[in-house]
């Protein structure tokens, strides 16, 4: 069992940079796939990004490619997303995501541990 706890949300005007960070409890981090999802207001959750256990793959959404970057750092339980270039559109309370088994790597479904979520808002 894995507990997750996102950090590095804030207010911040487009064109600007945060770095979100989700800490995972737990001896085998590095056997979970994690994954960001992120929910705008009166909007479902979409997928975000996607990074294996061992960090040799990834996957981003359309939107936020070339944007976003999602990273890991094993040795200290930790999951990151890079934003940079942030729009208003990027605004949501973003999410992370784990699992040791993933299916569909875009797909709530997949994952069986969330964390509480951070508010990210960007200025026009």
């Known amino acids: 069992q894995v507990q997750l706890v996102e950090s590095g949300g804030g207010l911040v005007q487009a064109g600007g940079s945060l770095r979100l960070s989700c800490a995972a409890s737990g001896r085998t981090f590095s056997s979970y796939s994690m994954g960001w999802f992120r929910q705008a207001p009166g909007k479902v959750r979409e997928f975000v990004a996607y990074i294996i256990g061992g960090g040799g793959s990834t996957r981003y959404v359309d939107s936020v490619k070339g944007r976003f970057t999602i990273s890991r750092d094993n040795a200290k339980n930790t999951v990151y997303l890079q934003m940079n270039s942030l729009k208003p559109e990027d605004t949501a309370v973003y999410y992370c995501?784990?699992?040791?088994?993933?299916?569909?790597?875009?797909?709530?479904?997949?994952?069986?541990?969330w964390g509480q979520g951070t508010q990210v808002t960007v200025s026009s």
């Open positions: 995501a784990a699992d040791t088994t993933v299916g569909v790597v875009t797909s709530e479904s997949t994952y069986g541990y």
